[in-house]
């Protein structure tokens, strides 16, 4: 798979996220509706020069997730993810 | 279990708030530690990160994340930005904000790429250019705790002047024993005797050896830098989910 620094990681996802999830998001485990692989959200494959933000999975290169700002509005799309564990505290 | 305490710590909503530069600390000749207030900052932990948000007079919005500099005991927040050229947000946060002003900042926000003091194993830090920052947070609150898990870092630069907390590095490398090796990319003052390239697997062996039990690695700098090293660590036989990677670029959201 190509590198290019415009790539960055699902790091880049904690503070879009935030605004979308209570907890941490980037320590859930996201499965990849294409390929299985299992990974920590924080791990992703992130490009953020689109006018939206693009996670790929870095296994298959599968776009998992997509969010899109604007004013007043967030679109979040979750197409290419089969389930997302989060840790929860009792 | 890693994530617990930063899950507890993030339940608040996250709100913009407004942070106030008391002071500039010149770092390099183009990287600036910001030293703010921020009213009512709830904590953090060492490797998380936070958006910063400009507006204009026109209501057009830039927005950055930048790693936090500072530990969780210190009493203010600390950024350390490096000045990009055709930026939107680093020139003014390094050149143009003064001492009394103030600009909006979220956070803190990450945990995945979050140091867990409690855990004993070996801590091993690689770092290109500012990817520095988040590791230094991490050193500052094992060095503030007085005893921690043995750490070692490799920190890759430009040249020597473009190392940043270099004095405070070589510092807690006397005092507090994490052990810190440089290599240094295009330029080397006379008589140097550390690394002179790019870091590479054999560079990585040299430093870090096999794996110890426990051991976690913290990667962060470039997206290029980021994966030679990684890749590198776990050609050592690292697991790949003890590599924790943080890739910072140009562009921000």
Redesign the interface.
């Known amino acids: 798979m190509e ?10 996802l ?3 996220l ?2 979308i999830f ?3 998001v ?2 859930a485990r996201a499965t990849c509706a294409s390929c299985g692989a299992v990974r ?4 992703l494959a992130v490009y ?2 689109a006018p939206g ?1 693009v996670a790929r999975c870095p296994d298959c290169d599968a776009v998992l997730l997509r969010v899109v ?1 604007a004013e007043r509005r967030i679109w979040f799309e979750l197409r290419g993810v089969a389930s997302l564990e989060l ?1 929860r ?1 009792d | 279990v890693a994530g617990t305490a930063v899950l507890g710590r993030l339940r608040a909503p996250l709100a913009w708030r407004l942070a106030e530069l008391v002071a500039h600390v010149p770092e390099t000749h183009v990287v600036k530690t910001l030293v703010l207030d921020v009213p009512d900052w709830p904590g953090h932990a060492a490797g998380q990160h936070v958006d910063v948000r400009l507006t204009a007079e026109d209501g057009y919005q830039a927005q950055r994340s930048y790693s936090i500099a500072s530990p969780p005991t210190s009493e203010r927040l600390e950024l350390t930005v490096e000045r990009l050229d055709d930026g939107e947000v680093s020139p003014f946060l390094t050149d143009v904000l003064e001492p009394g002003e103030r600009f909006e900042l979220r956070g803190p926000v990450g945990g995945y790429f979050v140091w867990d003091p409690a855990s004993s194993g070996p801590l091993h830090l690689v770092g290109g250019g500012s990817g520095i920052v988040p590791l230094m947070a991490m050193l500052r609150q094992r060095a503030a705790a007085g005893a921690g898990p043995p750490a070692t870092l490799l920190y890759s630069a430009r040249s020597y002047e473009d190392i940043i907390y270099r004095e405070e590095l070589e510092r807690l490398a006397a005092e507090e024993g994490p052990e810190v090796r440089y290599t240094l990319t295009r330029s080397r003052p006379e008589g140097w005797t550390g690394y002179d390239r790019r870091v590479d697997g054999a560079m990585l062996a040299d430093v870090f050896g096999t794996p110890p039990p426990g051991a976690t690695a913290f990667v962060c700098g470039p997206t290029s830098f980021v994966e030679a090293a990684a890749d590198g660590l776990v050609g050592l036989g690292y697991e790949p989910g003890r590599v924790r990677t943080e890739r910072f670029g140009p562009t921000g959201t």
């Open positions: 590198t290019s620094d415009l790539m960055l990681d699902g790091n880049a904690a503070g879009p935030a605004e209570v907890g941490e980037t320590m920590e959200v924080g791990s953020v020069a933000t700002r840790a505290d």
